[in-house]
């Protein structure tokens, strides 16, 4: 429970917008290439989820959240759907920084809100140091 690992189950990047953001964040942290973590309950028909980036040794998932095209992305039973999946990461002893784009509104604590820019990079980062503090995501920064 909790292992990060690579999944063949876990679905391609849903938008150029959060490749960027996983290209940045990239740039600043080393990362495993994993996709997937174990949890202690099903998540819909699987032991595991699929976070848009997993940091393995920070035990921390990152997702990237926007309305979609039609305004209807990560809202109503997906937003509901969005809790459950960092619910089972937290029961998994791991920790969920989303960040929501447009006039979503924070569904955890370590939430941020922003796009793509080199400031939500910064701001994620310093949700990382507030989870896991200073010294262990400084030494991990490139």
Same mark, same amino acid.
């Given at each position: 429970?909790?292992e990060?690992?690579?999944? *063949? ?5 849903a938008?150029?917008? *959060? =490749?960027? %953001?996983?290209?940045?964040l ?6 495993? #290439?994993?996709?997937?973590v ?6 819909f028909?699987?032991? #595991?989820?699929?976070? =848009? ?5 920070l035990? &921390? ?6 309305? $979609?095209?039609?305004?209807? /992305?990560?809202?109503?039973?997906? /937003? %509901?759907v969005?809790?459950? /999946? ?8 791991g920790? &969920?920084?989303? &960040?929501?784009?447009?006039? %979503?509104k924070?569904? $955890?604590?370590?939430?941020?809100? $922003? ?14 140091? *507030?989870?896991? $503090? =200073?010294l262990i995501?400084?030494?991990?920064l490139?």
């Amino acid at each position: 429970m909790g292992e990060a690992f690579h999944s *063949e189950c876990a679905p391609r990047p849903a938008s150029a917008a *959060e =490749d960027l %953001l996983r290209q940045k964040l990239v740039a600043r942290l080393p990362l495993v #290439e994993s996709n997937a973590v174990r949890v202690p309950r099903p998540f819909f028909t699987h032991l #595991e989820v699929w976070p =848009d980036l997993v940091l393995p040794d920070l035990r &921390v998932a990152i997702e990237y959240d926007t309305t $979609g095209r039609d305004g209807l /992305e990560h809202v109503g039973k997906r /937003e %509901l759907v969005d809790s459950r /999946e960092d619910r089972l990461l937290r029961a998994a002893h791991g920790e &969920v920084v989303r &960040v929501r784009t447009g006039k %979503l509104k924070p569904i $955890g604590p370590y939430d941020v809100h $922003g796009g793509t820019s080199a400031r939500t990079v910064d701001r994620v980062l310093d949700r990382l140091r *507030e989870i896991r $503090g =200073d010294l262990i995501v400084n030494s991990w920064l490139q």
